[in-house]
C-alpha cells in the first residue's frame, strides 16, 4: 500500500504563491495517476489537478486553471502543486490521492493546511 505525504502547506496572503509536494513511500508511482484535491470547510472534497506519472498528461480544473501547475519529479518520486495568483477561496485542505486512472483513487494523504488570507 503506497502512503503518501503532503508538505508545503501555509498561511499566504491574496496575489502570493505555495508549492505542495507529494511524496509516495513504500512504493514507486509507476503506472499511477496522481492527484490533488481540496476540501474548505462545509464543502465537499473537490478536484483540483492530476497527472499520469507514465506520460506526463494533465488534468486542471477550471477553477484553476492557468494559476496552478501540477508536475512531477521521477527521480524523488514525488508530485508538486505549483500555485501562483493564490485567492481566499484556494483556502482549503490540500489531499494529495493516488490511483489507477483519473476518475478512480484509493490511496490518500493527510492533507495540508492552505489558508490564503484578503
Known amino acids: 500500500q503506497v502512503q503518501l505525504v503532503e508538505s508545503g502547506g501555509g498561511l499566504v496572503q491574496a496575489g502570493g504563491s505555495l508549492r505542495l509536494s507529494c511524496a509516495a513511500s513504500?512504493?514507486?508511482?509507476?503506472?499511477?495517476?496522481v492527484g490533488w484535491f481540496r476540501q474548505a470547510p462545509g464543502q465537499e472534497r473537490e478536484f483540483v489537478a492530476a497527472?499520469?506519472?507514465?506520460?506526463?498528461?494533465?488534468r486542471h480544473a477550471d477553477s484553476v486553471k492557468g494559476r496552478f501547475a501540477i508536475s512531477r519529479d521521477n527521480a524523488k518520486n514525488t508530485v508538486y502543486l505549483q500555485m501562483n495568483s493564490l485567492k481566499p477561496e484556494d483556502t482549503a485542505v490540500y489531499y494529495c490521492?493516488?490511483?489507477?486512472?483519473?476518475?478512480?483513487?484509493?490511496?490518500w494523504g493527510q492533507g495540508t493546511q492552505v489558508t490564503v488570507s484578503s
Open positions: 513504500r512504493r514507486t508511482f509507476g503506472q499511477w495517476v
Open positions: 497527472i499520469a506519472w507514465n506520460t506526463g498528461n494533465t
Open positions: 490521492a493516488s490511483g489507477s486512472s483519473f476518475d478512480y483513487y484509493d490511496a
